[in-house]
């Protein structure tokens, strides 16, 4: 598995934007599906979208299209979730996590890191 580390979270006022990055050692990152997730206090984690191994197709919640984008760099072993007109809900911890092409679940996760959007 990989191992994936995520930064870019922070502070930002609703309308504004962040773009987080997910970086990841250990094995062959392209080899990998890729998704973020977020989890609110008190709810439990939920899936914000995914992209496929070669970035070419990828997939949103309904909650989040038309305002993020999910994209990965295979060059750099990075992915990324750029994050535009956010809201107050929007506040999460937000994770990326990663899954081979066989696997059905994501088996490897980051450490999360937070989003919190002001109104």
């Known amino acids: 598995q990989v191992q994936l580390v995520e930064s870019g979270g922070g502070l930002v006022q609703a309308g504004g934007s962040l773009r987080l990055s997910c970086a990841a050692s250990?094995?062959?990152?392209?080899?990998?599906?890729m998704g973020w997730f977020r989890q609110a206090p008190g709810k439990d984690r939920d899936f914000v979208a995914t992209?496929?191994?070669?970035?070419?197709?990828?997939r949103y919640a309904d909650s989040v299209k038309g305002r993020f984008t999910i994209s990965r760099d295979n060059t750099k072993n990075t992915g990324y979730l750029q994050m535009n007109s956010l809201k107050p809900e929007d506040t999460a911890v937000y994770y990326c996590?990663?899954?081979?092409?066989?696997?059905?679940?994501?088996?490897?996760w980051g450490q999360g890191t937070q989003v919190t959007v002001s109104s």
């Open positions: 996590a990663a899954r081979r092409v066989f696997d059905r679940d994501f088996g490897s």
């Open positions: 250990g094995r062959t990152f392209s080899s990998y599906y």
């Open positions: 992209i496929i191994p070669s970035g070419d197709s990828t």
